[in-house]
């Protein structure tokens, strides 16, 4: 199956400041997934795309969806406590009616 | 706004024993799925579910899984001989008809605990 690559694996940042994550693959994807995860819970979608170059936000996240098909950033404005959890990116296996996720970025926020 | 739950929450069981855990998912909600996620590790495809028939399922669905809607509302995993490296939390999810592969809604989770 097809292998997400997630970075950085962690970031520790202060409240206020951006924050940047990327997700590549090796080979092409046609959906593009960002979900958090709050410990304890089940992942939240945030953020889906659906088109080569599209850029979506959600508030003070913004992500897009690579030209190239093979990757995806999403970005965080001005952090807050409650952005701490771990974030993954996630697409449709090809061909399969599942979905794969990459190892996530664990975020931490100082207030 | 509709969800899909999970109980239990905790389930705590003895290696070579069978569990069930089971799954709610949103009423109208048409495709149905399992995760694990073994502690700090990433989110795991187990098996997708359509029409009452598995649709997928990952190497880690072997033979001491099996999935069931036995009433038209509960999704339910059974592992029938747990082994230790079976401990992790599992997540049910669900999606709706007219929605993308990506939006998949996921429950709160079962951690399960194999002594």
């Known amino acids: 199956g097809q292998q997400l690559n997630q970075s950085p694996q962690s970031m520790f940042i202060q409240e206020g400041e951006d924050v940047s994550m990327n997700c590549t693959s090796s080979?092409?994807?046609?959906?593009w997934l960002w979900y958090k995860q709050d410990p304890g819970e089940g992942p939240v979608l945030l953020i889906a795309?659906?088109?080569?170059?599209e850029l979506t936000s959600n508030g003070r996240l913004t992500a897009q969806f690579g030209i190239t098909r093979k990757d995806s950033f999403l970005n965080i404005s001005a952090s807050i406590p409650s952005d701490v959890g771990i974030y993954f990116c996630?697409?449709?296996?090809?061909?399969?009616?599942?979905?794969?996720f990459g190892a996530g970025t664990r975020l931490t926020v100082k207030p | 706004e509709p969800e899909v739950t999970q109980t239990p929450s905790h389930q705590v069981t003895q290696m070579g024993q069978e569990v069930i855990l089971r799954c709610v998912p949103i009423?109208?909600?048409?495709?149905f799925y399992w995760y694990r996620q073994i502690l700090g590790q990433k989110v795991e495809f187990l098996v997708s579910?359509?029409?009452?028939?598995?649709?997928?399922k990952s190497e880690i669905f072997d033979d001491q899984f099996s999935v069931e809607r036995p009433d038209g509302s509960n999704f339910t995993l059974k592992i029938r001989s747990t082994k230790l490296e079976d401990s992790a939390m599992y997540f049910c999810?669900?999606?709706?008809?007219?929605?993308?592969?990506?939006?998949?809604?996921f429950g709160s989770g079962t951690q399960l605990s194999v002594l």
């Open positions: 795309l659906y088109k080569a170059g």
């Open positions: 009423s109208n909600h048409l495709y």
């Open positions: 999810a669900s999606r709706g008809p007219r929605q993308g592969l990506g939006k998949l809604f």
């Open positions: 080979s092409i994807f046609n959906t």
């Open positions: 579910f359509y029409n009452n028939e598995i649709s997928e």
């Open positions: 996630a697409g449709p296996d090809w061909g399969n009616n599942d979905m794969r």
